[in-house]
């Protein structure tokens, strides 16, 4: 089923927010601040797998992905939808945008295209953000 508003373009899916989302605990504390700092803006962890955690604001129709790999070596990258605003996000201070579009199987409820092989794949922007308020800020705008 594809959801659809004029303002947050078309996902699959909206997934409802899932308190046991966590998969078996946080990748590390780092995670754990960004996942308390999403939830003070209305994010809620609604899926989780061991490359991303999804992150869904239910009143504004937003979701948003954690990649967990890169929280390992304690980079913080989000994923936002492709149709999101990047020329805006390029502006909010200590972030960088990734050139090109990021894919991964495990962003679910994004759209999918042809990447490399014989299949469609989910993808979004990659979005590093330099530090937590960073991430704060493109939770604000997103």
Same mark, same amino acid.
């Given at each position: 089923m594809t959801v659809a508003s004029?303002?947050?373009?078309? $996902?699959?899916? $909206?997934? +409802?927010?899932?308190?046991?989302?966590?998969?078996?605990g946080w990748a590390n504390d780092l995670e754990e601040r960004l996942v308390a700092l999403a939830s003070e803006?209305?994010?809620?962890?609604?899926?989780?797998?061991r490359s991303e955690l999804e992150l869904v604001h239910p009143g504004r129709r937003r979701i948003?992905?954690?990649?967990r790999k890169r929280l390992r070596v304690q980079t913080i990258a989000v994923i936002v939808p492709p149709w999101s605003e990047v020329d805006e996000l390029r502006t909010?201070?200590?972030?960088?945008?990734?050139?090109?579009?990021?894919?991964?199987?495990n962003?679910?409820?994004?759209?999918?295209?042809?990447? +490399?092989g014989n299949r469609e794949?989910?993808?979004g922007y990659s979005l590093?953000?330099?530090d937590v308020s960073a991430f704060g800020r493109v939770l604000d705008r997103s």
């Open positions: 004029p303002s947050s373009g078309s $996902f699959r899916f $909206f997934p +409802e927010p899932r308190a046991d989302s966590g998969a078996g803006r209305g994010f809620l962890p609604s899926h989780a797998t948003v992905y954690l990649n909010i201070s200590g972030v960088n945008v990734r050139g090109d579009f990021f894919h991964s199987s962003l679910r409820a994004f759209p999918r295209r042809m990447h +490399e794949i989910p993808y590093v953000c330099a």
